[in-house]
């Protein structure tokens, strides 16, 4: 008689590695579109664009943007509501953000066809490709809905024990796992911005700025390649310094640097805004406000709601 193998059940450590590798590679896709839209302002054909297709490379830029921030945002959840535990409701958090996210990430997929197929083919296969991206998102979305929708219990803000794999080791191993993904998913925003950075000096139309933008572009330089630096501290300290051990003193450090990297990657991010949108608007308080907007979003996003939600659980 065959016997049917029923299947190992799924701790909760394993399946926040689950969530912060899916987010991995939502974020590896928005990073593509990031970098794209940041370059393409300065290429040599973005001036013959209309000034309407100028403003909606923008405005795809800036929905882009937000959507790597909201993708972003588990990871700061993780390390300043949950303190690097391995809570189960971080799972429901990270669906909801998803599920916020992939919509944000459609509507600028789909400014950049419009865009694209305006200019090859006209406006009515631009409206077409747009109206498909699009419907890409909401598909996502609607996918999302349905596959959680239905077994998903929401739970409120509470304290919850601290879970691993069943023994100290394992637990320390399995965070260990976690906060070196987490650096995974933050570097790929930095890692399309300092691309962006360095090539953008070196095309003719960034010798077309006023000086102030080229500061502007330099400082944002500066911040993205101590973001970078930051990022790639975990892994070297853990090898070099920890020989590769576990240690809960190395959890702690990693997260600190993690979060601390967060802070020049958004400030880069929104300074970058700020030269695109100076070059296409010919304003300044319109680019300064932009730019203003976006490191708000950023830091509020990322270390402003987040504070907010570990003193509301602090008060519980």
Same mark, same amino acid.
Request: hydrophobic share 50%.
């Given at each position: 008689?065959?016997?049917?193998?029923?299947?190992?059940?799924?701790?909760?450590?394993?399946?926040?590695?689950? &969530?912060? %590798?899916?987010?991995?590679?939502?974020?590896?896709?928005?990073? @593509?579109?990031?970098?794209?839209?940041?370059?393409?302002? $300065?290429?040599?054909?973005?001036?013959?664009?209309?000034?309407?297709?100028?403003?909606?490379?923008? @405005?795809?830029?800036? /929905?882009?943007?937000?959507? #790597?921030?909201?993708?972003?945002?588990?990871?700061?959840?993780?390390? @300043? !509501?949950?303190?690097?535990?391995?809570?189960?409701?971080?799972?429901?958090?990270?669906? %909801?953000?998803?599920?916020?996210?992939?919509? !944000?990430?459609?509507?600028?997929?789909?400014?950049?066809?419009?865009?694209?197929?305006?200019?090859?083919?006209?406006?009515?296969?631009?409206?077409?490709?747009? +109206?498909?991206?699009?419907?890409?998102?909401?598909?996502?979305? &609607?996918?999302?809905?349905?596959?959680?929708?239905?077994?998903?219990?929401?739970?409120?803000?509470?304290?919850?024990?601290?879970?691993?794999?069943?023994?100290?080791?394992?637990?320390?191993?399995?965070? @260990?796992?976690? +906060?070196?993904?987490?650096?995974?998913?933050?570097?790929?925003?930095?890692?399309?911005?300092?691309?962006?950075? #360095?090539?953008?000096?070196?095309?003719?139309?960034?010798?077309?700025?006023?000086?102030?933008?080229?500061?502007?572009?330099?400082?944002? /330089?500066?911040?993205?390649?101590?973001?970078?630096?930051?990022?790639?501290?975990?892994?070297?300290?853990?090898?070099?310094?920890?020989?590769?051990?576990?240690?809960?003193?190395?959890?702690?450090?990693?997260?600190?640097?993690?979060?601390?990297?967060?802070?020049?990657?958004? +400030?880069?991010?929104?300074?970058?805004?700020?030269?695109?949108?100076?070059?296409?608007?010919?304003? $300044?308080? +319109?680019?300064?406000?932009?730019?203003?907007?976006?490191?708000?979003?950023?830091?509020?996003?990322? #270390?402003?709601?987040?504070?907010?939600?570990?003193?509301?659980? %602090?008060?519980?």
């Amino acid at each position: 008689m065959n016997k049917t193998e029923s299947p190992r059940p799924t701790g909760v450590g394993e399946r926040i590695q689950g &969530a912060l %590798d899916e987010g991995r590679i939502l974020i590896l896709g928005a990073q @593509i579109l990031l970098g794209s839209l940041y370059r393409s302002a $300065f290429e040599p054909g973005f001036d013959h664009l209309s000034l309407s297709f100028q403003y909606l490379v923008v @405005i795809a830029l800036g /929905l882009i943007v937000a959507a #790597f921030d909201l993708l972003i945002l588990p990871v700061s959840y993780r390390w @300043i !509501v949950d303190r690097g535990a391995g809570r189960p409701q971080f799972l429901d958090f990270a669906v %909801d953000v998803m599920k916020a996210a992939l919509p !944000v990430f459609g509507a600028s997929m789909a400014l950049t066809l419009f865009v694209a197929a305006g200019i090859v083919t006209r406006h009515p296969a631009g409206v077409l490709l747009g +109206v498909v991206g699009m419907s890409a998102g909401v598909i996502w979305l &609607a996918g999302i809905h349905q596959g959680g929708g239905k077994d998903r219990r929401s739970m409120p803000l509470k304290r919850w024990p601290e879970t691993g794999s069943g023994n100290e080791e394992g637990s320390l191993s399995e965070k @260990i796992k976690h +906060v070196l993904t987490e650096a995974r998913m933050v570097l790929p925003g930095a890692q399309a911005l300092l691309g962006f950075q #360095f090539i953008t000096i070196m095309l003719a139309d960034f010798d077309k700025l006023p000086g102030s933008s080229k500061l502007v572009h330099l400082i944002s /330089l500066l911040f993205t390649a101590i973001s970078v630096t930051l990022l790639m501290t975990p892994a070297a300290y853990h090898r070099i310094v920890d020989k590769g051990r576990n240690s809960t003193e190395f959890h702690r450090f990693a997260g600190r640097i993690l979060m601390l990297a967060m802070v020049p990657l958004a +400030v880069a991010i929104a300074a970058d805004f700020y030269v695109v949108v100076e070059k296409v608007s010919g304003s $300044f308080a +319109v680019a300064a406000s932009s730019g203003v907007l976006l490191l708000a979003l950023s830091l509020g996003l990322w #270390f402003g709601w987040t504070i907010y939600l570990r003193r509301q659980l %602090d008060r519980g």
